[in-house]
């Protein structure tokens, strides 16, 4: 339902928050090694090692899997298409413009005017995108055995995401048109560094009042899993006392961890599913993952290189809002780039920018993914739980992709990249053979 703004608002701050992965320039997914690479005392094919672990997946799993991935690069256009024509009807039918004069016929306070249209604009763009959002998010995910909600649930965290949407964009979007109205000319540099301030303001506020409003977070209790967790930590500086487990099984079966947070609301949670679902040597390397973006700082630097890209999509945002109002500005009722009225023709020109910049948005994400799986490797020494635990990550991303596809598509690494740094740090490090975990099925029939 808040798929209009989502592209916009919370991809960005997605990447962000969620920090996600890398290949670089050697994701090496089709990369044969010859035994000649791994040191000569210890001979091990790697390429080897890699296909018997992707092996492990049923074919037809992987088939479903495979499907499922790519008819995401397909929504990814569908979604884009879905909320350039949704801004369209409202410039071309004058909603947008009527939105506005109802905003100002019931207040002359300015800021207050801005708030009262977003509320306005971002319910009617929510119900527009509707249709599209229910197929992927409800039916799609179903079809494929990936969402364990009823309809209830899953429209109740709609409604709620639709709540928090309005509250949100309301605190971006006033200070947003303050900065149009009264620096004019150069609204773009300092509405991205006002866009990035919203960004840390959202990541501080994420795990202790957002997070909690769909998922119930608790400190993990578990001795046997928190102990070599915290361990792991105190060896890595990390100053943690607790690790937080959360209800995710609530939506899906999906494995997963995450750290979120800013300044001091940072913290690693992990998931019920992984507990319930793997072993402890699968565990930890998940752990060591999401404490690679803790120590290795991706937070930070995730901002840092989002905010360049937010510079020069605002850059491009002032450009081509200028050139579009020159032309349709009288017959879509716009008064010029100030005019709130204008949000719609934002949205399609942000929206524009984005798709175009998802490569290198995606590879920002994917970069810091594999150097916190190096990051994993290194202090959990698990390369065969972290294997299974990539293959898992392959339920819901296709495990084998082209290079190309992987470099456009993916924001995490692919099941086979991660595999195979797994499996490369394993040619060096002999005594880490972990044979149960080798031995250990991943998927049951089902
Ligand atoms: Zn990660």
Sequence with gaps: MVRALRLVLLTVLLFTVFASGQTKTSSVPQASFSTSQTSPTQPFDIRAAVDAYLAKMPPARRAQSDAYFEGGYWLQLWDFLSIVIVMWLMLRFHWSARMRNLAEGLTRFRPVQTALYWIQFFIVASVLTFPLGIYEGYFREHKYGLLNQTFGPWMRDQLVALMVGIVLGTILIVPLFGVVRRLGKSWWVWGAGLMVAFLMFLSLIEPVYLAPLFNKYKKLEDARIRDPILSMARANGIPATDVYEFDASRQSNR??????????????????NLLNRCTLPEIEPVMGHEMGHYVLNHEYKGLVEMGVVIVIGFAFLNWGINLALARWGQAWNIRGIADVAVLPLAVIG??????????????ITR????????FSLNVSRQPDGKANVDLMLGEYRKLDPGPIEEFIFYDHPSGRTRITAAMRW????????????MARPMFNAK
């Design 426 to 437: 394993k040619a060096e490090h002999p005594e880490s053979t972990n044979a149960d975990e």
């Design 255 to 272: 494995v997963s961890a995450n750290v979120s947070g800013f300044a001091n609301t940072q913290r690693i949670s992990l998931n019920d």
């Design 350 to 363: 942000f929206s524009v920018f984005l798709f175009v910049m998802t490569p290198v948005t995606n590879t």
């Design 367 to 374: 970069t810091m993914e594999y150097e916190a799986d190096m």
